[in-house]
DNA sequence: GCCGTTTTCGGCCCGACTGTTTTCAGTCG
């Protein structure tokens, strides 16, 4: 069995949880989280590195190092299993109840005999045993309340939401707070501003020059809202909220509040990401300053941020900050702690793709397939959005739940397109395409001589998503060869919170497409930004061309370019990366249409 | 457990809020 990252990162996560219930120093349960994440992170599986190599990466040491081997070796980590001996099976679960801690959840198993979340529910609903509960120190009426609505919580929400799940329901919020009595300015700040792919909480960041009066106003308004489920806490300078819209999932929801001075150093604070955060913070500190929430201070901030103000160096926006930092600006979606700062500080950062760079769309679906749209109304949708090339680029036969093209329907369709494309000539270039089906032995759906009568090809993975990392790569790789094909779509088919997809070896993929001239799509769609970040990056680092397509079935999907976009700043992808961005010159030339 | 332009030892971010603590611990981000 191929041995994933994924495996990888959980095995240390259950580590840290293990090490944390059990009491262990907690610098060394942060390395092991710090491990976790940076594994889960890497776009190589690790399995296959050497000691050395490993003890390269940030945040991983002789101690984890060893362990990798260990794993990779043997399929087994002793100290884990050790450590499993010593606890509950169910009972790091417990960590992920809201409110619950370490120090509770050992109390919890050890004076009450509570082992797993299962249990804690059941424990909560037993007279007895909520006896012995409530008899722990610090357990009074409101935890328990606290921990009855945690649970409830739990069984509604998804977990981490997907990106376009949240941005909505980010936006309803704004529009709602923009409205409150003494909000100046209000955005959104945290993972959802970095562009992550799934977003655990929403944070929302409001300036206001109000005194403590207005600003409990604010707190009170926020937390008062018809969306509220739970309110978990409510002050001068915060609120925390669970929320849902209509029958979407309950997502936490936390509300700042800072003074017009320090708006920018607060957003960036509440952009993170955490270790982006640390490193400014540890920054700061080598040249005699100190940076939080509130600013940027001479020696040592100033208790919740009213000092001397002749201590204050910057704060009221980012750009500021970053400068007396000697640094410049760096884009939200970079603030990783993956070497953002040693760029910034050459002023070496890309310039990273917008969403107004993108003038063509290469992937779309018409009523042909499965599209909502005939091809003229996704022309003049196209043209609304301001593009100057639109593929339409229906499934083939394959994808028969999709009403996938024969081999003759396709020629037809393709005629029809070249059609309407003469009568939109001079607005916009529509091109005749599919998204052809790369079947599990790696060959196309469509014999070449059809292929060859076409504009432009996109090539993706639609069945057969369960394949070995070996076949599946050796599948794609046929694929890319194929002289026809210029789009891999949607490379590994997942689908975030859904399906897994397929786990080729990207450098592999990569290298293949590099060979061949072809692009690697991200596909921008919210369920998929496929390719993921982090298998971007690398395109975007080999030198092969990325395409951002919406594989838009109707008008409105067209709105999701901006996912991809996110995806491919993360990626730190320029305009010139991505072949979507190209002139309608250069675009044409390389699609060899 | 990780890390090194003060360090191979001794640090490791820090402020807000809650609940039950009569002075602060736990949790969270």
Not at 39 to 45: F, K
Not at 81 to 98: F, H
Not at 151 to 159: D, K, M, P
Request: with cysteine; aromatic share 4%.
């Amino acid at each position: 069995m191929p041995k994933t990252n994924a495996e990888l990162a959980a095995i240390l996560q259950e580590m840290a949880d293990l090490n944390e219930i059990l009491g262990a120093n907690r610098f060394k349960v942060i390395a092991l989280q710090k491990a976790a994440r940076v594994v889960g992170d890497h776009a190589v599986a690790l399995a296959a590195l050497g000691a050395d190599e490993l003890k390269g990466l940030d945040g991983i040491g002789k101690g984890v190092a060893g362990r990798i081997a260990e794993w990779a070796q043997t399929g087994r980590v002793g100290e884990l299993d050790e450590l499993r001996e010593r606890v509950p099976e169910g009972l790091p679960g417990l960590l992920n109840v809201p409110g619950l801690g370490p120090k509770t959840v050992q109390l919890l198993w050890k004076e009450a005999g509570v082992a797993s979340v299962e249990d804690l529910k059941s424990a909560l609903e037993d007279e007895e045993r909520v006896a012995a509960v409530a008899s722990i120190k610090g357990m009074g009426k409101k935890k328990l309340e606290g921990l009855r609505k945690s649970l409830a919580f739990l069984e509604r929400s998804a977990g981490r939401v997907r990106i376009g799940t949240a941005m909505n329901l980010a936006e309803l919020l704004l529009e709602r707070v923009r409205g409150f009595e003494g909000v100046a300015e209000a955005t959104h700040a945290g993972s959802l501003r970095r562009g992550r792919e799934t977003i655990g909480d929403i944070d929302i960041l409001v300036r206001t020059d109000g005194d403590e009066g207005v600003r409990a106003g604010i707190a009170k308004a926020f937390t008062g809202m018809d969306l509220v489920r739970d309110v978990l806490a409510e002050g001068v300078t915060k609120a925390s909220v669970r929320v849902a819209a209509g029958d979407g999932p309950e997502v936490q929801v936390d509300l700042r509040m800072v003074p017009s001075s320090s708006f920018g150093a607060a957003l960036m604070y509440f952009t993170g990401s955490k270790e982006h955060n640390v490193a400014m913070r540890e920054r700061a500190q080598v040249r005699g300053m100190s940076l939080n929430e509130y600013g940027l201070w001479k020696g040592k901030a100033p208790r919740q941020g009213v000092g001397e103000a002749d201590q204050l160096v910057a704060g009221a926006s980012e750009a500021e900050v970053f400068e007396a930092l000697g640094l410049a600006w760096v884009p939200p979606e970079l603030r990783e702690d993956r070497g953002e700062l040693g760029k910034a500080e050459a002023d070496d950062l890309p310039r990273l793709i917008e969403v107004g760079d993108v003038v063509a769309d290469l992937h779309t679906h018409t009523t042909a397939s499965d599209g909502a749209l005939s091809i003229e109304a996704m022309a003049e949708a196209a043209m609304a959005r301001g593009l100057k090339v639109l593929a339409i680029t229906d499934h083939s036969k394959s994808q028969v739940q999709a009403n996938g093209l024969s081999a003759e329907r396709l020629l037809e369709h393709a005629a029809e397109v070249r059609e309407v494309a003469r009568r939109l000539k001079g607005k916009i270039t529509l091109l005749a395409g599919s998204e052809v089906d790369i079947l599990a032995d790696g060959s196309l759906d469509y014999p070449d001589e059809v292929l060859e009568q076409l504009d432009v090809v996109v090539a993706s993975p639609h069945a057969a998503l369960s394949q070995s990392s070996e076949v599946c790569t050796k599948r794609l790789v046929l694929a890319i060869e194929h002289p026809c094909v210029r789009i891999i779509g949607h490379p590994t088919g997942r689908l975030i919170n859904r399906r897994e997809g397929l786990s080729p070896d990207i450098p592999r993929l990569i290298e293949a497409a590099r060979e061949h001239g072809v692009a690697l799509e991200i596909n921008a769609n919210h369920y998929r930004l496929d390719l993921r970040d982090a298998h971007a990056a690398l395109a975007v680092k080999a030198g092969v061309p990325l395409s951002i397509n919406t594989d838009a079935h109707g008008e409105a999907d067209f709105g999701q370019l901006r996912f991809g976009v996110l995806t491919a700043r993360r990626a730190g992808a320029t305009k010139a990366d991505v072949v979507n961005c190209w002139g309608v010159k250069k675009l044409m030339g390389w699609l060899g249409a």
